[in-house]
């Protein structure tokens, strides 16, 4: 299921930063250090220029796909053998349930308040998309992250590898023509490396851990509350890291770095490690 597209700044933004890095890192670091023609540059060029449209690829589907929408119907079922845990409010023990969208939440699903709606699996809503990162677009997100930090990384090389190639003579021949382009593609691939490394790492964690951000901020209070009673607080969606990445990633390990999703359910309900203990107790 896609949204609707609407005009966004921060959306224009990462745009204009794409197509900018893309054509100074091609025709301009490419170039100036290998020559685009030569086979080092053509085969640099076409290197990361696919690495370029998989990260718009998968830009533009975590921002044209529907993180995941609650049906209008939704009822949880609280004698269901196949799902004996359900999300309840921290006061007064009931079902959670939505007065604005007035249904009730399935489990990991939050309210937005810019969306205005409630997102299951949600993990936060992203100016940079203009979207909420959820269950239907979360591996999206993570892949676009993953790519946008190879691009990043491997873009800085090459201009580093550029400026360290170009002689004096050369510098002289064309008159400093190129120095604004790397000042102002390096003020812009250093931050971005290191802030797009920062997230990346973050949800790195989230994913071996299968949390989502919000669900860390909650775990860190339930574990507050957990050592004060003098109990243990377990994440209980954490099944562990190898269970944990086929479930965010899929279960095919060569389909991990591809924006694909056709593994993720539908996001209603989700095996935790209750599930786990109850297999493992059986087969004994």
Same mark, same amino acid.
């Given at each position: 299921?896609?949204? @609707?597209? =609407?005009?966004?700044?921060?959306? +224009?933004?990462?745009?204009?930063?794409?197509?900018?890095?893309?054509?100074?890192?091609?025709?301009?670091?490419?170039?100036?250090?290998?020559?685009?023609?030569?086979?080092?540059?053509?085969?640099?060029?076409?290197?990361? =220029?696919?690495?370029?449209?998989?990260?718009?690829? +998968?830009?533009?589907?975590?921002?044209?796909?529907?993180? #995941?929408?609650?049906?209008?119907?939704?009822?949880?079922? &609280?004698?269901?053998?196949?799902?004996?845990?359900?999300?309840?409010?921290?006061?007064?023990?009931?079902?959670?349930?939505?007065?604005?969208?007035? *249904?009730?939440?399935?489990?990991?699903?939050?309210?937005?308040?810019?969306?205005?709606?409630?997102?299951?699996?949600?993990?936060? *809503?992203?100016?940079?998309? +203009?979207?909420?990162?959820?269950?239907?677009?979360?591996?999206?997100?993570?892949?676009?992250?993953?790519?946008?930090?190879?691009?990043?990384?491997?873009?800085?090389?090459?201009? &580093? @590898?550029?400026?360290?190639?170009?002689?004096?003579?050369?510098?002289?021949?064309?008159?400093?023509?190129?120095?604004?382009?790397? &000042? &102002?593609? #390096?003020?812009?691939?250093?931050?971005? +490396?290191?802030?797009?490394?920062?997230?990346?790492?973050?949800?790195?964690?989230?994913?071996?851990?299968?949390? =989502?951000?919000?669900?860390?901020?909650? @775990?860190?209070?339930?574990?507050?509350?957990?050592?004060?009673?003098? =109990?243990?607080?377990?994440?209980?969606?954490?099944? @562990?890291?190898?269970?944990?990445?086929?479930?965010?990633? #899929?279960?095919?390990?060569?389909?991990?770095?591809?924006?694909?999703?056709? *593994?993720?359910?539908?996001?209603?309900?989700?095996?935790?490690?209750?599930?786990?203990?109850?297999?493992?107790?059986?087969?004994?």
């Amino acid at each position: 299921m896609t949204k @609707g597209f =609407t005009f966004s700044l921060p959306v +224009s933004v990462v745009v204009l930063a794409i197509f900018y890095i893309y054509f100074t890192t091609v025709f301009i670091f490419i170039d100036r250090w290998f020559g685009l023609m030569s086979s080092p540059g053509l085969m640099n060029a076409i290197v990361f =220029t696919v690495v370029a449209l998989m990260c718009v690829f +998968s830009y533009t589907v975590a921002i044209l796909r529907d993180p #995941g929408r609650v049906p209008a119907d939704y009822m949880p079922d &609280v004698e269901d053998d196949q799902n004996p845990m359900h999300e309840i409010k921290r006061k007064g023990g009931d079902l959670r349930y939505c007065q604005k969208c007035s *249904h009730y939440k399935p489990p990991r699903a939050h309210h937005c308040r810019v969306c205005k709606r409630c997102v299951l699996r949600m993990d936060h *809503h992203c100016i940079w998309i +203009s979207n909420c990162v959820g269950h239907a677009n979360y591996k999206v997100f993570f892949i676009f992250v993953l790519y946008a930090v190879v691009a990043c990384i491997y873009s800085m090389v090459l201009l &580093v @590898g550029s400026l360290t190639n170009d002689s004096l003579e050369d510098e002289l021949q064309t008159g400093g023509s190129f120095r604004t382009a790397y &000042v &102002v593609s #390096g003020l812009l691939l250093v931050p971005l +490396s290191v802030a797009l490394s920062v997230l990346l790492g973050w949800h790195i964690y989230l994913v071996f851990h299968n949390k =989502t951000t919000i669900e860390y901020h909650e @775990g860190v209070r339930a574990l507050w509350l957990a050592e004060k009673g003098g =109990t243990v607080y377990k994440h209980p969606y954490d099944l @562990g890291i190898y269970e944990n990445l086929t479930t965010v990633l #899929g279960p095919n390990i060569f389909s991990w770095i591809c924006p694909s999703s056709r *593994h993720i359910g539908s996001g209603l309900n989700f095996r935790t490690a209750y599930h786990n203990a109850v297999g493992t107790s059986m087969s004994k």
